[in-house]
């Protein structure tokens, strides 16, 4: 009796250590499905967190660019109303001078000094747009230069 009672007691162990090796495996299980569950949501931030980032810098980019288009097209508006408004003026000088001389034929030195002053302001006019045009294409290769950048930062962090 001792015995079989021994052969029990061995046998309700030899289940007992199986029921428990069986709990361990389903609780490694478990924790190995837990950990791969918490990579894989630290990958799918990881990769929400990076697309956030490049579509934050993608639209930076497309405001920077429609600032310079914008800007570019305003001076080129800009830029046609002075010349507009300064034909204008010339033309309309042009009449008051024509209409001056056929009135007064004495007063002609004073429209040739008069004449004189507008091809000096016309002048500086000129070389003014002129460097009003080149401040303006530098400050476009500034701008295109610092996009570049941008650009190229963008393709380091990718």
Known sequence: MKEEKEREVA??????????????????????????????????????????????????????????????????EQAKQERDEFLRIIHKQKEVEEQERRIEEEKKEVLKKHSLQLRTQIQQNDDKGKQD????LEEGRKIRQKIDEERRKIEAIK
Do not use: C, P, T
């Not at 045009?133 to 303006?136: M, P, S, T």
């Open 11 to 76: 046998r309700l162990r030899e289940l007992q250590e199986k029921a428990a090796d069986r709990q361990a495996e389903i609780d490694a299980l478990r924790a190995k499905r837990a950990f791969e569950e918490g990579e894989r949501q630290a990958r799918d931030k990881e990769r929400r967190d990076l697309e956030h980032k490049q579509k934050v810098l993608r639209d930076l980019e497309d405001a920077r660019q429609r600032q310079f288009l914008e800007r570019e097209q305003r001076l080129a």
């Open 133 to 136: 045009r080149l401040d303006y």
